[in-house]
């Protein structure tokens, strides 16, 4: 059991890319997440999805976009990275709606030169 | 949307004592969940605790408790005989019970140190 796995760990951008962050888990959980952690702002929800082909918007959307084909997977696709996307993101999921307790995988660090 | 706000950026304690982490939070729902994780410099969330609203008594895992004040929306965490490797980020989140549910709000956390 892995839990949840996101790739890469690093990554660094030019302004203008696109880039796809990707989160698998493998404890059949309905619901997963994307948060973005910045220094004294904590972690903020980008999207989320509560099955396989259901997804909606979190705090901070704008700039991504998400997918979920199956229940195993929820990629994060940045469209065209601006500096501010500059982050550590976090993939997470949970069993289901009333599941309390998060898994999170290891993150991601982007750097948007 | 909650609020959850941690006010103390970062805080030490020598090692073997006791220390304290507060947490206030904003709504105006009556059931609710509770917690307090954990963020190593290997930057992996891990839940430390959690509160149900509707539970009176207050959560206990060995070393860390909770002072879950419900009319005062204060949830603080109290982590006793302090170990170097509590060393760490503590978040503080909120999740709703009710249909709204589908989301955590953290707070933006607290930097704990402990001194040898």
């Known amino acids: 059991n892995a839990g949840v796995t996101q790739t890469p760990k690093f990554q660094v951008l030019k302004t203008g890319q696109s880039m796809t962050l990707q989160c698998a888990q493998d404890?059949?959980?309905?619901?997963m997440s994307w948060y973005r952690q910045d220094p004294g702002m904590g972690l903020r929800l980008i999207h989320y999805s509560v099955g396989a082909g259901i997804t909606d918007q979190g705090e901070v959307p704008n700039g991504y976009n998400v997918s979920r084909s199956t229940t195993e997977d929820f990629p994060l696709r940045l469209l065209s990275a601006a500096p501010s996307q500059t982050s550590v993101y976090f993939c997470?999921?949970?069993?289901?709606?009333?599941?309390?307790?998060?898994?999170f995988g290891e993150g991601s660090w982007l750097t948007v030169v | 949307a909650q609020t959850v706000t941690q006010s103390q950026p970062e805080m030490s304690v020598q090692e073997a004592e006791t220390v304290t982490l507060s947490c206030t939070y904003d709504?105006?729902?009556?059931?609710?969940?509770l917690f307090w994780y954990k963020q190593p410099p290997s930057r992996q969330m891990i839940l430390v605790i959690r509160q149900e609203a509707y539970k009176q008594q207050n959560a206990t895992e060995n070393r860390f408790s909770v002072n879950f004040q419900k009319a005062a929306k204060s949830f603080s965490l109290k982590i006793s005989d302090s170990q170097l490797g509590d060393a760490a980020m503590y978040f503080c989140?909120?999740?709703?019970?009710?249909?709204?549910?589908?989301?955590?709000?953290f707070g933006t956390g607290t930097s704990l140190t402990v001194i040898p």
């Open positions: 989140a909120y999740r709703s019970s009710g249909n709204t549910g589908n989301q955590f709000y």
């Open positions: 997470a999921s949970r069993p289901n709606r009333s599941g309390n307790t998060i898994y």
């Open positions: 404890m059949n959980h309905e619901y």
């Open positions: 709504t105006s729902e009556s059931d609710y969940y």
